[in-house]
């Protein structure tokens, strides 16, 4: 008997703060029958409440700078005031939803990333996902709810990446369940033209990706997303597909990454 399918689905900052699409994804994540795991960012919203704190926020290539200061808007704002908010909206729906951030029950434990050209500061890189965990709450029909928020074994907060996040719970979570994994964001894929909407690539594998690349058809934000997807796939993931608040509808239009 094959392994039980899990989905682990990651949601971008700006579909959250569209109310409507985030109605409608909430009701499609909260129909799907099998297990799942919701990982959701939340930048722009932690940029806009800086700002109103008085606080810069500094980018350097598209990554924040994060200092002690963003740290605890980061904290505020992905751990309390859009996960609770997600939460609220799945239970709302009949969905047994639990916030998390790494902290709680040591579920994702990371390392401060290393200096080299930029100190990013209180940035963290995974080390280790306590599948163990994750996997006692999904035994008990309780749908895990991270934050992009990991915690070292000294008890540091840190800012995670949110694809490297659900990244990473899919490689884990793939020694136990048959895994999947999902990226939504505002874009209906990865395209061709960012101006054109329809312009999707329905089907990428390495070598396109990286011809793609070479191309600068592939750039900025894309390019760790499609990073995450590639080391999943070679670490026992075995569907990954990018698009829209409407990807987990059926049958529509979308990129699928594949080996």
């Given at each position: 008997?094959?392994?039980?399918?899990?989905?682990?689905?990651?949601?971008?900052?700006?579909?959250i703060e569209d109310e409507n699409k985030l109605r409608e994804f909430l009701k499609d994540f909260s129909a799907l029958e099998t297990p799942k795991i919701l990982?959701?960012?939340?930048?722009?919203?932690?940029?806009?409440?800086?700002?109103?704190?008085?606080?810069?926020?500094?980018?350097?290539?598209?990554?924040?700078?994060?200092?002690?200061?963003?740290?605890?808007?980061?904290?505020?704002?992905?751990?309390?005031?859009?996960?609770?908010?997600?939460?609220?909206?799945?239970?709302?729906?009949?969905?047994?939803?639990?916030?998390?951030?790494?902290?709680?029950?040591?579920?994702?434990?990371?390392?401060?990333?290393?200096?080299?050209?930029?100190?990013?500061?209180?940035?963290?890189?995974?080390?280790?996902?306590?599948?163990?965990?994750?996997?006692?709450?999904?035994?008990?029909?309780?749908?895990?709810?991270?934050?992009?928020?990991s915690y070292s074994g000294d008890g540091q907060l840190y800012n995670t990446n949110g694809d490297s996040v659900a990244a990473?719970?899919?490689?884990?979570?793939?020694?136990?369940?048959?895994?999947?994994?999902?990226?939504?964001?505002?874009?209906?894929?990865?395209?061709?033209?960012?101006?054109?909407?329809?312009?999707?690539?329905?089907?990428?594998?390495?070598?396109?990706?990286?011809?793609?690349?070479?191309?600068?058809?592939?750039?900025?934000?894309?390019?760790?997303?499609?990073?995450?997807?590639?080391?999943?796939?070679?670490?026992?993931?075995?569907?990954?597909?990018?698009?829209?608040?409407?990807?987990?509808?059926?049958?529509?239009?979308?990129?699928?990454?594949?080996?």
């Amino acid at each position: 008997m094959g392994k039980q399918v899990l989905k682990v689905v990651k949601i971008g900052g700006k579909l959250i703060e569209d109310e409507n699409k985030l109605r409608e994804f909430l009701k499609d994540f909260s129909a799907l029958e099998t297990p799942k795991i919701l990982i959701h960012g939340g930048g722009s919203m932690a940029t806009k409440t800086a700002e109103k704190l008085g606080y810069e926020t500094k980018m350097v290539d598209g990554r924040r700078i994060t200092d002690a200061n963003s740290i605890k808007v980061i904290t505020m704002v992905y751990g309390g005031l859009i996960n609770k908010n997600i939460v609220a909206k799945l239970q709302a729906r009949g969905t047994n939803a639990i916030g998390l951030c790494g902290a709680d029950g040591a579920s994702i434990i990371s390392k401060k990333r290393e200096v080299k050209e930029v100190d990013f500061g209180f940035v963290g890189d995974i080390v280790e996902v306590n599948s163990s965990f994750i996997s006692s709450l999904l035994e008990q029909n309780i749908i895990p709810v991270f934050s992009a928020i990991s915690y070292s074994g000294d008890g540091q907060l840190y800012n995670t990446n949110g694809d490297s996040v659900a990244a990473e719970v899919a490689k884990a979570m793939s020694a136990i369940y048959d895994t999947e994994l999902d990226f939504c964001f505002e874009k209906k894929g990865v395209l061709t033209d960012v101006e054109n909407d329809e312009s999707i690539i329905e089907e990428i594998d390495e070598q396109l990706y990286k011809q793609l690349m070479n191309r600068g058809i592939i750039s900025e934000g894309m390019l760790p997303k499609l990073h995450n997807c590639f080391q999943a796939l070679q670490h026992g993931v075995t569907k990954i597909r990018l698009g829209d608040s409407n990807l987990l509808k059926k049958n529509l239009i979308h990129t699928k990454i594949v080996k």
